[in-house]
């Protein structure tokens, strides 16, 4: 946690959230970070003068971080489902027109929002392309390191690598401990799901909704097709432009956070 904000244990039918939270007045903007990683990915935002006046709430997704492991890993271990719980968690804390700032798998998370629950009104994505169901080859490069994100068992070297893979070097240790403590039956349950094609089609919904969409990725990211990120007919692109970050991996918000923080705190004043 920072100096300007305080965590709470939320309960909802997916098991208890850990919520991290500024408390400042106005739309509170919800960070949901990726797979096997935590809140904390999120400190450069936190620390940043903009936290001083935006209500930022970081959470740990279920089986991440500080919050509990699912009740039923079937259920919330999916896209849909993580939606679900994230959306069950706004209407317990009343949050009826939130902005999200989703990373990776946090942006899937947001992008099925769309489609689930009327509290967003706005979403940026970040390291996070939008695909069809059984789609995920045209929006991601094959990697080696992709496939860790899906194996639910991990070597110290296997965490070592999935670590610099999302974040690059060097790598900040509370990393590494969020991918050991993440349950080991999300990340298995979590791409069988994607691969049988559950939950929404993300391609048709970022297409289809009016909801403004902003799109900041790392120039350099190791993991993402961007030609095919920027070739989607987005129904509300804000600022009309895909951002790449030069120089920026898969999270351009940790790697060039000034820049990052510059692009954000223009989307959120343009809607809160």
């Not at 492991?69 to 271990?77: E, N, V």
């Not at 390191?145 to 070597?155: C, D, I, K, V």
């Not at 999935?162 to 974040?167: D, I, N, V």
């Not at 089609?201 to 961007?226: C, K, M, S, W």
Request: with cysteine; hydrophobic share 40%.
């Amino acid at each position: 946690m920072t100096g300007q904000t305080s965590l709470s244990l939320v309960e909802t039918s997916h098991g208890v959230i850990a919520v991290e939270d500024t408390h400042n007045p106005g739309t509170p903007v919800l960070l949901i970070h990726g797979n096997s990683s935590c809140r904390d990915v999120f400190q450069h935002q936190l620390d940043a003068p903009f936290a001083r006046r935006k209500r930022l709430v970081a959470i740990d997704l279920p089986g991440h971080g500080d919050s509990d492991d699912a009740i039923d890993p079937a259920r919330t271990y999916t896209r849909s489902g993580l939606a679900d719980a994230v959306d069950e968690l706004l209407g317990i804390m009343g949050m009826t027109d939130a902005v999200v700032v989703g990373w990776s798998l946090g942006g899937h998370v947001g992008i099925d929002l769309l489609v689930r629950s009327d509290r967003i009104k706005g979403l940026l994505i970040t390291g996070t392309p939008p695909v069809r169901n059984g789609g995920m080859a045209e929006g991601f490069n094959t990697s080696p390191r992709f496939g860790l994100a899906a194996r639910a068992e991990l070597s110290d070297e296997d965490v070592a690598d999935f670590a610099r893979a999302m974040l690059g070097k060097p790598v900040p240790p509370f990393l590494p401990s969020a991918i050991r403590r993440t349950d080991r039956r999300f990340r298995r349950v979590l791409f069988e799901a994607a691969r049988a094609g559950t939950g929404a089609d993300q391609r048709l919904a970022v297409e289809r909704t009016r909801v403004p969409i902003a799109v900041v990725n790392g120039a350099a990211d190791p993991l993402l097709n961007l030609d095919y990120l920027e070739g989607v007919a987005y129904g509300n692109l804000w600022d009309g432009r895909c951002y790449r970050l030069p120089g920026a991996g898969h999270a351009p918000f940790w790697q060039a956070s000034v820049q990052f923080n510059t692009i954000l705190e223009r989307f959120l004043d343009d809607l809160t």
